[in-house]
């Protein structure tokens, strides 16, 4: 059974970076399939933040894309997201999720639990 | 940039029919995906690849599409439907995910 787990601080200050780990059990990130990011503000809909290949090559949604950074970490089987110079519209649940990608398909198959992330000083 | 469009809500009787929608000018060339997301919970896929039902979804959920318009359909809809309905599916370089707004499901 494929799991994910995200980790990382529940709260940032605003300017700074919020860093996440998304820890993946029961599948091998080198084995194939995307590896993504979304988030979901309080009370609000779900948005796709950006995702990576066990190549390392990533895709960011581009209304977050100069301020967004995943990497992946095959030895850990992990993932990470960085999202620079916060503020108070970054704060919400943010998931991790493995992804089907490529021939028109596009979706997230297992999901992260969610972290909440909250903005402020 | 690319948009999913989906009514904010709907209302429907116990046991009747629900239909939600999703509008997006790239959905004849790309899958739409069906997420039901209950409060606290992660979103659940409750339909991929615009009609297919995954393994353990209950046979009232449907999904057909239809040009520019995808449609998640629930028959005999039960209490436990009550939920937020998202819509997803690729912009056009298939590489991007976008989210249709969502839509509130309500069981009268």
């Known amino acids: 059974q494929v799991q994910l787990q995200e980790s990382g601080p529940g709260l940032v200050k605003p300017s700074e970076t919020l860093s996440l780990t998304c820890a993946v059990s029961g599948y091998s990130i080198s084995s194939g399939y995307y590896w993504g990011w979304i988030r979901q503000p309080p009370g609000k809909g779900l948005e796709w933040i950006g995702s990576i290949y066990h190549s390392g090559s990533t895709y960011y949604n581009p209304s977050l894309k100069s301020r967004v950074t995943i990497s992946v970490d095959t030895s850990k089987n992990q993932f990470s997201l960085k999202l620079s110079s916060v503020t108070a519209a970054d704060t919400a649940v943010y998931y991790c999720?493995?992804?089907?990608?490529?021939?028109?398909?596009?979706?997230?198959?297992?999901w992260g639990q969610g972290t909440l992330v909250t903005v402020s000083s | 940039s690319y948009e999913l469009t989906q009514p904010p809500s709907v209302s429907v009787s116990l046991g009747q029919m629900a239909r939600i929608t999703c509008s997006g000018e790239?959905?004849?060339?790309?899958?739409a995906y069906w997420y039901q997301q209950k409060p606290g919970q992660f979103p659940v896929l409750v339909i991929y690849k615009d009609s297919e039902r995954p393994s353990g979804i209950p046979e009232r959920f449907s999904g057909s599409s239809s040009g520019t318009i995808v449609t998640l359909t629930i028959s005999g809809v039960q209490a436990e439907d009550e939920a937020d309905y998202y819509c997803?599916?690729?912009?056009?370089?298939?590489?991007?995910?976008?989210f249709g707004g969502g839509t509130k499901l309500t069981v009268l």
């Open positions: 790239a959905l004849p060339k790309k899958y």
């Open positions: 999720a493995r992804v089907s990608m490529g021939f028109g398909e596009l979706s997230p198959d297992y």
């Open positions: 997803l599916s690729a912009d056009s370089s298939g590489t991007i995910g976008v």
